[in-house]
């Protein structure tokens, strides 16, 4: 159990466009998605949690009005990269659990996105 | 904030070899996960483990809470284990991790 979809796996789109990411839970409801980047040989970042039904919380540095989240239902929580550009190429990877779990959250598979 | 350090930062192994990847944290923590990322970036959750020790196949994971460190260990190893081993804290029991650098392993035929 505790599958995590992740779609697309990799994008590639041009500078000043933007880029949906969508990130299901499969067989349970996710109370709580978050999500990392990851740059080349570096580790994750957490970018933003997003909780069904309110605004996502931003970590310090990651702008709200370029990385657009909503997790508007207890299985799908999306991420939109707004007029992206070169530096925006990276690993995006979203989790999601829910509250109490014990078992840890469970990631998904990742999105590669490329800006040209 | 919370700092994870991981060691050693590359590891070069002859299949069959044992290793231990250490993950040092700088404060209390809630959870603690070690995850395998594979070449194509996808993360398996390997172990859950807040404190204690779990084993799975040839891996085990030892936390010990009170000193703030956790060990992975991989024993007889072999080439598919190769990739970027992560631990990740959890300090405020939200599922909010922080992610140490991680240990590359490559394991050699």
């Known amino acids: 159990g505790a599958v995590v979809s992740q779609h697309p796996s990799r994008v590639i789109c041009k500078s000043g466009t933007s880029v949906k990411i969508e990130c299901r839970s499969l067989?349970?409801?996710?109370?709580?998605m978050f999500w990392y980047r990851q740059f080349p040989k570096q580790s994750l970042m957490l970018m933003a949690t997003s909780n069904e039904g309110s605004k996502a919380t931003y970590e310090q540095g990651v702008e709200k009005d370029k990385f657009l989240i909503n997790h508007a239902s207890l299985t799908l929580s999306t991420l939109t990269v707004t007029s992206a550009h070169p530096e925006d190429s990276s690993f995006y990877i979203c989790?999601?659990?829910?509250?109490?779990?014990?078992?840890?959250?469970?990631f998904g598979s990742g999105t590669r996105l490329t800006v040209v | 904030g919370i700092q994870v350090e991981q060691s050693p930062p590359d590891l070069i192994l002859q299949e069959g070899a044992n290793s231990t990847l250490r993950c040092n944290f700088s404060?209390?923590?809630?959870?603690l996960q070690w995850f395998h990322q594979n070449p194509w970036g996808q993360l398996i959750n390997l172990f859950y483990?807040?404190?204690g020790t779990k084993q799975n196949g040839r891996l085990s994971a030892t936390t010990v809470a009170t000193e703030r460190y956790s060990l992975l260990y991989i024993s007889s190893s072999q080439t598919t284990d190769s990739g970027v081993y992560f631990c990740a804290v959890d300090v405020s029991n939200t599922g909010k991790l922080i992610f140490g650098q991680g240990t590359t392993l490559q394991v050699k035929p």
């Open positions: 989790s999601a659990g829910r509250t109490g779990w014990h078992y840890g959250y469970t």
């Open positions: 404060d209390s923590v809630n959870n």
């Open positions: 067989d349970f409801q996710a109370t709580t």
């Open positions: 483990i807040p404190s």
